[in-house]
């Protein structure tokens, strides 16, 4: 914890120490039609791209830009077409990206102390920038919501490429499963609740809050520093904890009370408008033999029905399996690098390793036996999983791969009428770019034909 941290004071004093040199030297680093682009805009994004923790990289200013030159066409033919954004969505989108901050430099606090100024204060500053951003997106999406492609156009996408520049294809399987956690009885839970109501009456009774919390609790986020979660607002937390969160008023101990994670309580430390600080301890519900072996059984009994057939597996999957992931698809595993295609094919590489051993010398259309595993948040439980398909490394054709060719050709596509776009509203605006950055090679058709020969 503490390395990171000092790692995060020293990317915000790069921040704070960007913006203190251009108070000094802010020249003009681009014009856009009738907008300006200020060398400190640039240094504020160079430094937000160090704060994700990137290496510093001078060329990357090249590319930002790049992207503010595209923003800044897009945001101006928004005016002309009257698409806009509402101040809601400015404001989520601030919020949103402020908990990032907050939670990259462990708390607001420290956000505060790195940045040299509130984080209101700093809302108040990205908020111009942030709507034109939106607007620019929502342009973006005005250009390209009507291109669509047909099986033609793929066709001929496909047979363009050269045959020795075709893509290769590793082992792809399609994976369904079934997922079973124990379900506690409320004699079961009660061992819990107790085991946190102790820990609540031993604070009530004056021991120290966050000696107890680094001592029990099983939140490993929070643990370490006392339980303290830092300030968050109303969409940061699960309804339950927010509902009391809200509710209590400051130093207030609230009653224990449960969650999807298991059974808490909490102390509010401070508020600030629409967000709180806050503290408190968790005891998760760890699931007891007699659980897991009730999950086992229904498990098997799932497992039978589908196997002999009277129940079908997407039935089965979206009536009975726990996993919110799959269940709704059918219980299909989607691939996890591309989630935007919601493609089901999955590269064996990609794959949990329980999920790969389970399936390694299973044949096409059958079902491994359910077998216990531990999920990422260390729930136990049981599930099953059906190969549905399984494809050998090739190299791409139609046949086998028209769903991924036809994404590729699809934004090929749109790359195209998108550059089209950016071309003819180019040529019809201002743009004026300052030397220093005339010899970035991304910007080059930005220039002058006559500039652009001569750099």
């Not at 682009?37 to 923790?53: P, V």
């Not at 299909?332 to 064996?348: D, F, G, K, Q």
């Not at 359910?370 to 494809?391: A, C, H, N």
């Not at 590729?408 to 550059?419: F, G, L, M, N, T």
Request: aromatic share 10%; charged share 30%; net charge neutral.
């Amino acid at each position: 914890m503490k390395q990171t941290v000092g790692i995060l004071f020293f990317l915000f004093a790069s921040f704070n120490l960007a913006f203190a040199q251009n108070i000094t030297v802010n020249k003009i680093a681009a014009v856009v039609g009738d907008n300006i682009i200020l060398q400190s805009d640039i240094e504020r994004e160079y430094a937000n791209y160090i704060l994700q923790g990137n290496p510093q990289n001078e060329a990357v200013k090249c590319g930002v830009l790049q992207q503010m030159l595209t923003q800044k066409l897009l945001s101006q033919q928004a005016v002309i077409d009257s698409v806009t954004v509402t101040d809601d969505e400015v404001t989520n989108e601030v919020d949103r990206r402020m908990r990032a901050f907050i939670q990259r430099a462990g708390g607001q606090e420290r956000l505060e102390q790195f940045l040299n100024r509130s984080v209101l204060q700093y809302k108040d500053e990205i908020r111009p920038d942030v709507k034109e951003q939106l607007v620019a997106n929502r342009m973006h999406a005005k250009i390209t919501e009507n291109i669509g492609i047909t099986p033609l156009e793929v066709k001929r996408f496909f047979e363009a490429i050269p045959k020795d520049s075709l893509p290769e294809y590793p082992t792809e399987v399609e994976v369904g499963e079934i997922v079973l956690y124990p379900k506690l009885t409320k004699a079961e839970k009660e061992r819990f609740k107790d085991k946190a109501e102790a820990l609540r009456l031993r604070i009530k009774g004056g021991e120290d809050f966050a000696t107890l919390a680094r001592l029990y609790s099983q939140d490993p986020g929070s643990a370490p520093e006392g339980g303290d979660l830092g300030f968050f607002d109303r969409t940061a937390m699960v309804k339950e904890f927010t509902a009391l969160a809200f509710k209590l008023k400051a130093n207030e101990l609230s009653p224990v009370f449960e969650t999807d994670f298991g059974f808490h309580f909490l102390q509010v430390m401070e508020r600030r408008g629409e967000q709180v600080r806050a503290r408190h301890i968790l005891i998760k519900m760890d699931a007891p033999s007699e659980s897991l072996a009730r999950t086992k059984t229904a498990i098997d009994s799932i497992y039978e029905n589908v196997v002999s057939k009277k129940l079908p597996f997407s039935t089965a999957a979206s009536m009975y399996s726990d996993n919110n992931d799959t269940k709704y698809n059918g219980g299909m595993m989607l691939n996890a690098e591309n989630v935007s295609s919601r493609t089901t094919y999955i590269p064996t590489d990609k794959l949990d390793p329980t999920v790969f051993f389970a399936i390694d010398t299973m044949k096409v259309g059958s079902y491994s036996k359910p077998y216990e595993f531990t999920s990422r948040d260390g729930k136990k439980g049981y599930r099953f999983v059906y190969l549905k398909s399984k494809t050998d490394p090739h190299v791409a054709n139609l046949n086998q791969d028209f769903p991924k060719i036809k994404e590729i050709a699809y934004e090929d596509k749109v790359q195209r009428e998108v550059s089209s776009w950016f071309e003819k509203r180019r040529l019809s605006t201002y743009i004026k770019i300052d030397p220093e950055f005339q010899t970035c090679e991304s910007l080059k058709m930005w220039l002058p034909t006559e500039t652009a020969q001569v750099n």
